[in-house]
């Protein structure tokens, strides 16, 4: 079954520093998609960046960059130069070319420290 | 408006009531998802809808919780005789057919069972 994991419950970080969540994902399928949303405590899923199976280059977004290790299945999400509003429960999520269906790991909370 | 939206945004059941929960996708996206958010988790799948057709629905946990679209636009999530253990945030988002589209979430439904 597919699976995404996410090891981290919670990371802190200094404002302006750099900061890696951690995602894993098991599955045998060759064609997906690999997302990673935000959660602020507002409540509201905000779509931040996504990597396909078959992208030759990691994705990146303004400050998210993806570092995907297709070999190690790990798709880990890059925020350079952290900002108070980056403090936020942080998902992976990964989409299956024929299930269509989204899993979503457990979630890591960010902190960003004045 | 363009986003997803979601209705009630709060709502507070007796246990045993029936609740229905509604959800306006974005304009001509095919794929729509219903997800069910405890607090501090993760979201979980309950169903996903390509038009008007329910094709996966292998995440409702109890046969009291029934979804619709029977026009390919407009959702319902009903939840027959409410207990508490069905307290969540209740998450509906849709999506272009395609694997390499994100989803777009709507607000959430927060229900609280009493």
């Known amino acids: 079954a597919q699976k995404i994991t996410q090891t981290q419950p919670g990371m802190f970080v200094q404002e302006k520093e750099a900061v890696t969540l951690d995602c894993t994902y098991d599955t045998s399928d060759p064609s997906y998609g690999l997302f990673w949303y935000k959660q602020p405590s507002s409540g509201e899923m905000i779509f931040l960046i996504y990597q396909g199976s078959y992208d030759q280059q990691n994705a990146t977004e303004g400050r998210y960059s993806l570092n995907f290790q297709k070999a190690r299945k790990s798709a880990n999400l890059v925020i350079s130069a952290s900002q108070l509003g980056d403090s936020a429960m942080y998902f992976c999520?990964?989409?299956?070319?024929?299930?269509?269906?989204?899993?979503f790991g457990p979630g890591t909370r960010l902190s960003v420290l004045p | 408006g363009a986003g997803v939206s979601q209705s009630p945004r709060y709502k507070v059941a007796k246990r045993g009531q029936d609740v229905a929960l509604r959800c306006d996708p974005i304009?001509?996206?095919?794929?729509l998802f219903w997800y069910q958010q405890a607090l501090g988790q993760g979201p979980e799948f309950l169903t996903y809808?390509?038009?008007?057709?329910?094709?996966?629905k292998s995440g409702l946990p109890s046969d009291r919780f029934f979804a619709e679209r029977p026009e390919g636009s407009v959702s319902t999530l009903k939840i027959q005789r409410t207990q508490q253990e069905d307290s969540a945030v209740y998450l509906c988002?849709?999506?272009?057919?395609?694997?390499?589209?994100?989803?777009?979430f709507g607000p959430g439904t927060r229900l609280t069972v009493t």
């Open positions: 988002a849709s999506s272009l057919e395609v694997v390499r589209y994100e989803q777009y």
């Open positions: 999520a990964m989409r299956w070319a024929y299930g269509q269906n989204f899993v």
């Open positions: 809808f390509q038009n008007e057709a329910q094709l996966d």
């Open positions: 304009s001509g996206h095919v794929s």
